[in-house]
T-cell receptor, first 118, second 115 residues
């Protein structure tokens, strides 16, 4: 079974600075997808960025980028120019790419609570 | 596209009562998922549907839990004889199979408190 580990329960960053959230995962599969979701307080979960395991290039979405190290099974999220609205729980998630097996479920880490200091 | 909606947003019930939650996915999405999230944890998968067929169930889904998606549109999740351990946020998500990544879009959740 796949596992996802987020070793930083809480992080803080000064507004306009850069912060990196860590995620590691364990899998024996070669084809899979990785995601970062953001869950603001009392609000719904929003997809921030995704990475296909077969792509070597790291994904980027505006101020959000990932550092995907497949051999190390590491998938960190970098937030540049942090804004007050970035304050939230951030979850790393894994999904198998084996669609024949039919498993489309997401496996989540426990999350990292990010605070942004004005 | 109004997003995934869930009803009710909050539910307080007494132990032993039955509760039912509803999820309306994004209209063109044919896959629908249920997750449970307890305090301080990430969401845990419960079950998913493709159209009206329930294709996968987690071991977390005990016999007291049942989910349906009768016409391949909205879904209901029923918990019978609720226990205090059922207190959690129940999240619904949907996705579209024509997109290779099957990105899941989440609703706001139903927070269940069992007293």
């Amino acid at each position: 079974a796949q596992t996802v580990t987020q070793s930083q329960p809480e992080m803080s960053v000064q507004e306009a600075e850069t912060v990196t959230l860590s995620c590691t995962y364990d899998t024996s599969e070669s084809d899979y997808y990785l995601f970062w979701y953001k869950q603001p307080p009392s609000r719904q979960m929003i997809l921030v960025i995704r990475q296909e395991a077969y792509k070597q290039q790291n994904a980027t979405e505006n101020r959000f980028s990932v550092n995907f190290q497949k051999a190390a099974k590491s998938f960190s999220l970098k937030i540049s120019d942090s804004q007050l609205g970035d304050a939230a729980m951030y979850f790393c998630a894994y999904r198998s790419g084996d669609t024949l097996a039919g498993s489309y479920q997401l496996t989540f880490g426990k999350g990292t609570k990010l605070s942004v200091i004005p | 596209d109004t997003g995934v909606s869930q009803d009710p947003r909050h539910k307080i019930t007494k132990r032993g009562q039955n509760v039912t939650f509803r999820c309306d996915p994004i209209s063109e999405h044919n896959r629908l998922y249920w997750y449970r999230q307890t305090l301080g944890q990430g969401p845990e998968f419960l079950t998913y549907f493709q159209n009206e067929a329930q294709l996968e169930k987690s071991r977390l889904l005990s016999d007291r839990f049942s989910a349906e998606r009768p016409k391949g549109s909205f879904s209901t999740l029923e918990i019978q004889r609720t226990e205090q351990g059922d207190s959690a946020m129940y999240l619904c998500a949907s996705s579209f199979t024509d997109r290779a990544v099957h990105e899941q879009y989440f609703g706001p959740g139903t927070r269940l408190t069992v007293t």
